[in-house]
């Protein structure tokens, strides 16, 4: 080890790599323990947890890659986007976590929420109304019955690692707990339209396409304010605005 990485900083939380070592800095103590927690019960691969010292958690890399990157194209074969799937539809069936999950909202709380968001956007100019007006729409599928199960709630490209056409682990577990299968889905795939099929294909045909095309726009429209006032881009090729503009 020569020098230190930063993965990911904001205001929230940063994520450090030295070596083979990750060191998450969390002020949010609740989050670290959902973390850990759901690492332990979670029934797919996982990082070790390597020590804890409020506010850090040291936990080791796991073997492979990213199966790739919001705004860039995946390398990773469609067989392992499948296994991706695969390992997904385990922990969706595994018994619910006991804690309710960060992100657990009913549709009425998530509509109320993406309604001041999208008039947010409008009135600061951050995105046309008519761009707004559309996802808006699209994202109403999303607000469909289901059922809660032991969901990731963060599941991201970036987090889950793959060698060959093998799932190694899946990391970055602080947002886990009773949640959407459908939100999960959506997650993994945004961006990355051309490889849903495949990640059904292990998944398994009961997932609803429309909706997890919903969660992409709703997730976007949620994201883009935050992800500007914390230092990214969501304009970037490829990323949450390019995605509500393929709903167009």
Known sequence: MDEIEVVV???ERA???AGDVFLKVDADQARIDVEVEAMSLAPVPTPQV???KPPVLAIAAVPGTALGRLGGPSTASAAAWAAAGAVIRQLHEAPLPPW???RRRGPDEWAAELDRECELLVTNGVL???LVTRNRQVAEAAFRPWTPVFAHGDLQIEHVFVDGDEVTG???WSEAGRGNALFDLATLTLGHEENLDDVIAGYGPDADRDVIR???SLRSLLGVRWLVEHGFDPF???CEVDVLRSRM
């Open 170 to 172: 899946i990391i970055d």
């Open 214 to 216: 919903a969660w992409w």
């Open 15 to 17: 994520t450090l790599r």
């Open 128 to 130: 046309p109304a008519d």
């Open 9 to 11: 900083a904001h205001s």
């Open 236 to 238: 970037a090729p490829g």
């Open 50 to 52: 390597l020590w804890r």
């Open 100 to 102: 309710p999950g960060r």
